[in-house]
């Protein structure tokens, strides 16, 4: 099993940022990919970024140009940092952890990210 534990969430005006952290507890193992997704009211979960232990990364094509994720191995800490922030952006995001070697899917509890005009 693998505990995700989020922080970093919470309110803000567009056009401003935040840093998101996850942390991951448990079971893990090397071979992994930690990542991101959100989930506005009304609308299903999509894809943010992920970055692989080897530091590969994926993003949403909507946020590329904004958002920047980042990992610390050695914490087994995932981190998405957010600029440039837009009302759209409002949703409650979620860290997932995949055991590639296994196939096991993990996600945290998610942190609220609101976003003011």
């Known amino acids: 099993q693998v505990q995700l534990v989020e922080s970093g969430g919470g309110l803000v005006q567009a056009g401003g940022s935040l840093r998101l952290s996850c942390a991951a507890s448990g079971s893990i193992f090397a071979i992994n990919t930690m990542g991101w997704y959100r989930q506005a009211p009304g609308k299903q979960r999509e894809l943010v970024a992920t970055?692989?232990?080897?530091?590969?990364?994926n993003y949403a094509d909507s946020v590329k140009e904004r958002f920047t994720i980042s990992r610390d191995n050695a914490k087994n800490t995932v981190y998405l940092q957010i600029g440039g922030l837009k009302p759209e952006d409002t949703a409650v995001y979620y860290c997932?952890?995949?055991?590639?070697?296994?196939?096991?899917?993990?996600w945290g509890r998610g942190t609220q990210v609101t976003v003011s005009s």
């Open positions: 970055i692989t232990n080897g530091g590969t990364t």
């Open positions: 997932n952890f995949v055991d590639r070697l296994y196939g096991s899917n993990y």
